[in-house]
């Protein structure tokens, strides 16, 4: 069983950036980020494969960025622009299934490995 080290969040104010990382601890296909804020349910905010093709959630689209290391096994997600709205427990996730480029998955049922999340808090 693959395990998901997360790190990089943390406290921001709106507008800003921060870089969240997740390193596998070996050979993963797809990697992606969940987030979870109080009383709603996880979202999907990004995914990559192995073959560098990634998605994104919509309320993401143009502010974060996802990107892979492969030679660490690593995956990192870029935020810009941070709202109050993003503040969440954000989850790296993490299945071994090449999906295709067309429907790279972000619904939690796809990914079957989780981190223990990392939480991120954006002040207005």
């Known amino acids: 069983q693959v395990q998901l080290v997360e790190s990089g969040g943390g406290s921001v104010q709106s507008g800003g950036s921060l870089r969240l990382s997740c390193a596998a601890s070996?050979?993963?296909?797809?990697m992606g980020w969940f987030r979870q804020a109080p009383g709603r349910e996880r979202e999907g905010v990004a995914a990559?494969?192995?073959?560098?093709?990634?998605g994104y959630g919509d309320s993401v689209k143009g502010r974060f960025t996802i990107a892979s290391d492969h030679a660490k096994n690593t995956i990192y997600l870029q935020m810009n622009s941070l709202e109050p709205e993003d503040t969440a427990v954000y989850y790296c996730v993490a299945q071994n299934t090449k999906f295709s480029p067309a429907s790279l998955p972000l619904t939690p049922t796809s990914y079957s490995t989780w981190g223990q999340g990392t939480p991120v808090t954006v002040s207005s």
């Open positions: 990559i494969g192995r073959d560098g093709v990634s």
């Open positions: 070996g050979f993963i296909y797809t």
